[in-house]
């Protein structure tokens, strides 16, 4: 079975074609700059690739634009769109509503709406994709795959927040954690690659991309997650604080600062381009750093602190763990920054392995054979999580 997968934000629409149960990608692309000008469409099939740039007003002419590359005679991957058997789409917030992956009625679509409030910048694309989809493909099952299902097993002990009950009761304010689906991708393969079966595994998930977040993995449950509400808790990231003392806000309202403008200023200049003063890009900071440029070290520094700070936490809540798994484009390129996280927690029984981590490492172990704690480099791939949960929802009898 060909199964598409959507990944809709604001103004761009990224897909795969994946063929099904095999997990192979036929075709992937993305339409960029919707409703801006210079909009652009690209799509790559093997080593043939389409480009297009024109205006594309709107996600209905995105998806027409993605229809076209798919079907296209010379450089496609199909040759009519009835050949797709499914389509999955990837949704930043579920909510309490959902533990899994789901098929989409009008129910489920009903709980993505209802979020909207909570995700303001990610359930409305994703909504708008969902729906011109289904016009697109009207006879094939779509599915939405949540952000944030994995996460629901986190007891209330790790997902309240010392927050009067009723802001839990009437506005539902608690933890609820993203990038779910990286989260539980890495930690099966994982254990897959450990040949631990996944309900006896106990991992920290680390997701270090331009948003960051990590996870405590107990039985194969997300038990703890480091982003809360919104993704803004937790880890430094490119732009954003991750954990600070909220009172900052009021002291900054004191001192003539907006609301608007603190939130901008939490989740657009902070993070490592606001204590580097130069770049949100980990790449451009090791290049700074390393002729000792600025701020960059200190904010590379401060950002592996963070991380080895939860790294200490998680192994406290999970009492050890088998493995602790980094991924994304820092966790996954960066064997600089793996070197600054698995610093000086020897005693912990955390030893990086040197050669190992500089070797050109895409997935496996990176840890010495005197570490007690396996640490590895898992490739995220959210993608295929999503194709995988949609052929199987699809072909549920
Ligand atoms: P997104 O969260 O947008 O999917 P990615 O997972 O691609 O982002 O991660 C982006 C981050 O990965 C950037 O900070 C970038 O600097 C970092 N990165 C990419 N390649 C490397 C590399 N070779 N060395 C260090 N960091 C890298």
Redesign the pocket.
């Known amino acids: 079975m060909k199964v598409l997968v959507f990944n809709c934000g604001s103004s761009s629409i990224k897909f795969q074609l994946f063929s099904m149960p095999e997990g192979d990608v036929i075709a992937k692309g993305m339409v960029q700059r919707i409703g801006e000008k210079g909009s652009d469409a690209s799509m790559k099939r093997g080593n043939d690739e389409i480009k297009l740039v024109r205006e594309i007003k709107d996600h209905t002419e995105g998806l027409s634009v993605i229809e076209h590359m798919l079907t296209d005679p010379a450089k496609g991957a199909v040759k009519s769109m009835d050949e797709i058997g499914a389509c999955g789409h990837r949704v930043v917030h579920g909510g309490e509503g959902f533990t899994a992956s789901m098929l989409i009625d009008e129910r489920v679509e009903k709980v993505i709406e209802e979020y909207c409030d909570l995700a303001p910048l990610h359930n409305p694309p994703n909504l708008t994709g969902i729906r011109e989809a289904k016009k697109f493909l009207p006879s094939v099952p779509q599915v939405a795959c949540f952000d944030t299902a994995f996460h629901q097993t986190i007891p209330e002990t790790a997902y309240l927040y010392a927050l009067p009950y009723e802001l839990y009761e009437k506005f539902k304010v608690r933890r609820y954690g993203f990038h779910g689906t990286s989260h539980r991708y890495v930690a099966e393969r994982g254990a897959a690659l450990l040949k631990k079966p996944f309900d006896q595994f106990d991992a920290i998930t680390c997701h270090?991309?331009?948003?960051c977040s990590m996870a405590a993995v107990k039985n194969g449950k997300c038990v703890d997650t480091t982003m809360g509400l919104t993704p803004l808790e937790g880890l430094v990231m490119?732009t954003r604080t991750g954990d600070f003392d909220p009172a900052i806000i009021f002291y900054l309202e004191r001192k003539g600062y907006s609301l608007d403008d603190v939130d901008t200023l939490c989740n657009k200049k902070s993070g490592l381009l606001g204590i580097s003063g130069v770049s949100?890009?980990?790449?451009?900071l090791?290049e700074k750093a390393a002729k000792g440029e600025g701020r960059a070290a200190l904010a590379l520094e401060i950002f592996a602190y963070r991380i080895r700070k939860y790294i200490g936490a998680y192994l406290a809540v999970l009492n050890g763990a088998n493995a602790i798994i980094v991924t994304?484009?820092?966790g996954e390129?960066?064997p600089?920054?793996r070197k600054r996280i698995f610093s000086g927690m020897e005693k912990l029984g955390i030893i990086l392995d040197a050669s190992k981590n500089t070797a050109s490492v895409k997935e496996g172990e990176i840890q010495a054979s005197s570490s007690a704690i396996k640490l590895m480099v898992v490739p995220t791939n959210e993608e295929g999580a999503i194709a995988r949960d949609t052929y199987a929802i699809a072909t549920k009898k």
């Open positions: 270090l991309g331009n948003g490119g949100n890009d980990v790449r451009d090791e994304g484009g820092i390129n960066g600089i920054m």
